[in-house]
């Protein structure tokens, strides 16, 4: 299974760009998929937000079903090629966006309908399939088909499929993210800090790029009103909240950018200590 998705990293790194190009110019990740696959691109959607901070309408998710098919089968529906065109309509796909068809055993109709009418919309089109056999790799941008033979218990592709369409969602999402400077070095620079959890790790990550102990970045925090990326240009640039902001704007939000420093030569130095 694990060398199934890394014969595909070549295009694996083709999509991550695809989707970073797209969120540069301002549009949307849809993922569209039915049963297992479905889920999993709910999964890649719901995630996007807490972790790098999104707007909930950056990375959406079309499951067959609705909503309810989340949480419950529901028989048949994959089969609705029309009802998958509908369901993409709804979002209103565009030449900006792209949309990412998931399906396993590569026949579902639901993502075809999806699919065919999103390319008619000038969407950009990633399938991400475990058949790398199937036609639909005729009308699409790029296929992703990590091949990992026969399911352990026939059919049920949930199993090696499932998780191997999880690895390769998971490498597109989080590599287009790094791509746009969501991260720092291998640090969470844009997590949401609604909650005291997330709110500690913020305070770790300001500690570990700043060298601050943890009242101070405690502090600093509050003052770049627990925006990290602030909280960090201001304690290494020695600027207000609202230059720092300022200064993010014009790195196009790279903390890296913003106070002219690698985050490796720091990164190193904390292992060498530990």
């Not at 970073?20 to 999993?40: H, M, N, P």
């Not at 060298?211 to 101070?216: F, I, T």
Request: hydrophobic share 45%; proline share 2%.
């Amino acid at each position: 299974m694990l060398a199934a998705v890394q014969r595909e990293h070549e295009r694996i790194a083709v999509g991550i760009e695809m989707i970073a190009s797209a969120l540069r110019k301002e549009g949307r990740v849809i993922f569209i998929g039915a049963g297992t696959s479905g889920r999993l691109g709910v999964l890649e959607s719901a995630e996007m937000p807490p972790t790098f901070s999104t707007s909930p309408t950056l990375v959406q998710a079309i499951m067959a079903g609705g909503r309810g098919a989340i949480f419950a089968s529901k028989e048949g529906v994959e089969d609705n090629y029309e009802e998958g065109a509908r369901s993409v309509m709804r979002l209103r796909p565009t030449k900006k966006d792209v949309v990412i068809g998931v399906s396993a055993s590569g026949m579902t109709q639901f993502v075809r309908g999806a699919l065919t009418r999103s390319r008619r919309a000038g969407a950009r089109i990633v399938f991400v399939t475990c058949d790398p056999h199937t036609e639909l790799q005729t009308f699409v941008d790029l296929m992703i088909s990590p091949a990992v033979g026969a399911e352990v218990i026939a059919g049920s592709t949930r199993l090696k499929a499932g998780t191997a369409t999880k690895m390769v969602l998971n490498m597109l999402t989080t590599g287009a993210m790094v791509r746009i400077g969501k991260t720092y070095g291998n640090l969470m620079v844009d997590v949401q800090t609604g909650s005291e959890k997330r709110r500690d790790r913020a305070k770790r990550i300001v500690e570990i790029v700043t060298g601050v102990d943890d009242e101070a970045a405690d502090k600093l925090l509050r003052s770049a009103r627990w925006n990290v990326k602030a909280a960090i240009v201001m304690q290494k640039a020695g600027l207000k909240y609202a230059q720092a902001v300022s200064r993010l704007r014009k790195s196009h939000d790279f903390v890296r950018d913003a106070i002219g420093e690698d985050a490796e030569a720091r990164l190193r130095q904390l292992l060498e200590v530990s």
